[in-house]
């Protein structure tokens, strides 16, 4: 079993940068690969992130050259680097935990955190 919890939303302007951290619980963090999702109202939730137990990353087309995912073995955490965000980006963050990589479905991870809202203003 594990839990995630994440923090690091809010409001920034067009342009702007913020940092999600996506705290897991358990010691096996590890052996699971991690993913961001993101759900902007109206809309289905989409893949934006993964990356693999060793520290290889997939990214979306949309995201890719602005978004960053790193983990922290250590410290059982997954960030989300977001630069140059957009209105486009405004939505709520899910991390996720699975086994599978790269796994951009999200019917293929195992556990959710409960969101974090990004806002991007224009």
């Known amino acids: 079993q594990v839990q995630l919890v994440e923090s690091g939303g809010g409001l920034v302007q067009a342009g702007g940068s913020l940092r999600l951290s996506c705290a897991a619980s358990?010691?096996?963090?590890?052996?699971?690969?991690m993913g961001w999702f993101r759900q902007a109202p109206g809309k289905e939730r989409e893949f934006v992130a993964t990356i693999s137990w060793t520290g290889i990353t997939y990214y979306a087309d949309s995201v890719k050259g602005r978004f960053t995912i790193s983990r922290d073995n250590a410290k059982n955490t997954v960030y989300l680097q977001m630069n140059s965000l957009k209105p486009d980006d405004t939505a709520v963050y899910y991390c996720?935990?699975?086994?599978?990589?790269?796994?951009?479905?999200?019917?293929?991870?195992?556990?959710w955190g409960q969101g974090t809202q990004v806002t991007a203003s224009s």
């Open positions: 358990g010691r096996t963090f590890s052996s699971y690969v």
């Open positions: 996720a935990a699975g086994r599978v990589f790269p796994q951009p479905s999200s019917r293929g991870y195992d556990y």
